[in-house]
């Protein structure tokens, strides 16, 4: 037997419950994998308060992301004792998920842990460090250089953005960071950002365009930072959008786009192509400092995992919330 964190629906609205399970529980995916550790996402957030239509059906193991060592395999590319990430693929929204002491997973969504990574560091940086490290892949192909400017990162106090922010700081891009907590600057400055911008003052409407500040940006945001941003961009600059925590919609005009040369790119870590999602995680072992791990993880057991959740969804968490299903 052992422990998961399960959504149930009554009545329409999500209850979440720590239950004991028995591996013949799980789905008949071909990997079983003891879970180490899982990471607290904004999505996860929605899913276990129930807040968004994430999850399709209950009852439900949440938790889009895990790492761990296998222990059982029918499929031939994973031997028992192997360290795996798995990440993305509508787990803990279609698919049982992380928040448990075992998963089982179809061997399509596992990466093999980089040599020189473990568990905690992999789900230290988690799906959102993921993102981050493809945000910033992408602004490299849209030919964005240190050289070329500063690069503004929106909501760099959440999880993709700090992760952002200091692999940006790293690479030695100049960085600056949108947030709404004046108390998160010493923080962000520990990161590497350099200028600090108010949330307010960059979600006040914009005309189609406003004077040239970026080079690059990566917005986690959506709606009407977004589209300010936009309308900031120097010629020929990248954005890449991978969030919407402000809000899905887009209020802007094609101004950016066909007199400045912006390109808008967007970012996916849950469809990912496997060849990417690769290099990626081994770039984060060279590209994200060691010392913001340390200063961005905070650790959460089980029943922890609802209040946390709660505290997520209200924009209460900074940095990322590391999740050990064995606390």
């Not at 909501?155 to 998160?184: F, N, Q």
């Not at 650790?299 to 946390?308: H, I, R, T």
Request: net charge negative; proline share 5%.
């Amino acid at each position: 037997m052992f422990n998961a964190l399960v959504l149930e629906q009554e009545e329409g609205k999500t209850l979440a419950a720590i239950k004991q399970l028995d591996l013949s529980d799980l789905p008949d995916e071909d990997v079983l994998v003891e879970v180490s550790y899982s990471s607290l996402n904004y999505k996860d957030g929605l899913a276990v308060t129930g807040t968004g239509k994430i999850v399709h059906s209950f009852p439900m193991v949440p938790g889009i992301d895990l790492a761990g060592i296998v222990k059982e395999s029918r499929d031939p590319a994973f031997q028992p004792g192997d360290q795996v990430i798995m990440t993305g693929w509508s787990v803990g929204e279609r698919y049982w998920g992380g928040y448990s002491q075992y998963a089982r997973l179809k061997p399509e969504w596992l990466v093999k842990m980089p040599q020189g990574m473990d568990a905690a560091k992999a789900m230290t940086i988690g799906t959102a460090g993921l993102t981050a490290m493809l945000c910033v892949m992408a602004l490299e192909d849209g030919g964005i250089t240190p050289d070329s400017g500063t690069v503004v990162v929106t909501g760099a106090a959440g999880g993709v953005g700090s992760v952002a922010v200091a692999i940006l700081s790293k690479l030695g891009y100049t960085v600056a960071a949108v947030t709404g907590r004046e108390s998160t600057h010493d923080y962000l400055r520990g990161l590497g950002a350099t200028e600090l911008l108010s949330r307010a003052e960059m979600a006040e409407k914009a005309r189609p365009l406003e004077k040239q500040r970026w080079a690059g940006a990566i917005d986690t945001v959506g709606d009407a930072i977004l589209a300010r941003v936009l309308a900031e961009m120097d010629y020929r600059g990248t954005v890449a959008a991978c969030g919407l925590a402000g809000g899905y919609k887009l209020p802007t005009t094609v101004m950016p786009f066909i007199l400045r040369n912006v390109r808008l790119q967007g970012v996916d870590s849950v469809m990912c192509p496997i060849d990417i999602r690769t290099e990626a995680w081994n770039r984060l072992l060279s590209d994200l400092p060691a010392k913001a791990l340390g200063e961005i993880s905070n650790v959460v057991g089980l029943s922890e995992l609802p209040q946390a959740a709660a505290d997520i969804v209200a924009g209460k968490i900074q940095g990322r919330t590391l999740v050990d299903p064995n606390k």
